[in-house]
């Protein structure tokens, strides 16, 4: 094992520690600040990928300057289910979450699929039918002329959000970027 992946495993075992209560929140951020002066220009690397959803949670550590002990009893003690979901990201990635916070990352663009309607469209020779959102919450159809896409963000659909629906008779077409 290299020098810097010594250091580097220290640095998350620490992190752990103060997720625990074991080490201060202080002292975890002396080690964390002399690892990254002494590689930051050493090794340059990556910035880690984070999901959307955390994003303005950790630019708000950030901005507060919010120590990872105050964070996490922040997080505990909060009624805030997105709050709670930032805490459990955390815990499953505290590595990314100290690099993301120390040197930055890159926002996690999700994969959108359009939803085309397998029955409606063979009984259409002219009109393809996708799946709307409408801001109030219902979901519809939108018919498109044959061979075309849907050119409103609204029939655009996560993964998550299809894995909440029933989709049982549709066609999930990936949305090119």
């Known amino acids: 094992m290299t020098k810097f992946e010594e250091e580097f495993n220290y640095l998350i075992e620490l992190s752990g520690k103060v997720l625990i ?14 690892f990254f002066e002494k590689y930051e220009t050493d090794q340059q ?19 507060n300057n919010t120590v990872v002990e105050d ?9 805030d289910k997105d709050l709670k979901e930032y805490g459990l990201w955390i815990k499953k ?3 990314t979450y100290v690099i993301a916070r120390t040197l930055g990352y890159t926002v996690e663009k999700p994969q ?16 393809d039918w996708f799946t709307i959102k409408h801001s109030d919450g219902p979901l519809n159809h939108l018919r498109v002329e044959k061979g075309q896409k849907p050119s409103t963000i609204d029939c655009k659909f996560t993964q998550q959000e ?10 999930q077409i990936e949305v090119a970027e």
């Not at 209560?21 to 002399?34: L, Y």
């Not at 990556?46 to 901005?63: H, K, Q, R």
């Not at 964070?71 to 009624?79: C, E, G, Q, V």
């Not at 299809?162 to 049982?168: K, L, V």
């Open 162 to 171: 299809i894995d909440s629906m029933q989709t049982g008779s549709y066609e």
């Open 112 to 127: 959108l699929f359009y939803l085309k309607h397998i029955d409606f469209c063979k009984t259409d020779k002219h009109y």
């Open 45 to 63: 690397q990556a910035l880690p990928v984070v999901p959307e959803e955390v994003t303005e949670w950790i630019s708000e550590d950030i901005e």
């Open 21 to 34: 209560g074991q080490v201060d929140a202080e002292t975890f951020e002396k080690n964390r600040i002399a």
């Open 71 to 79: 964070i996490l009893t922040i997080i505990i003690t909060s009624d």
């Open 93 to 95: 990635n505290p590595v």
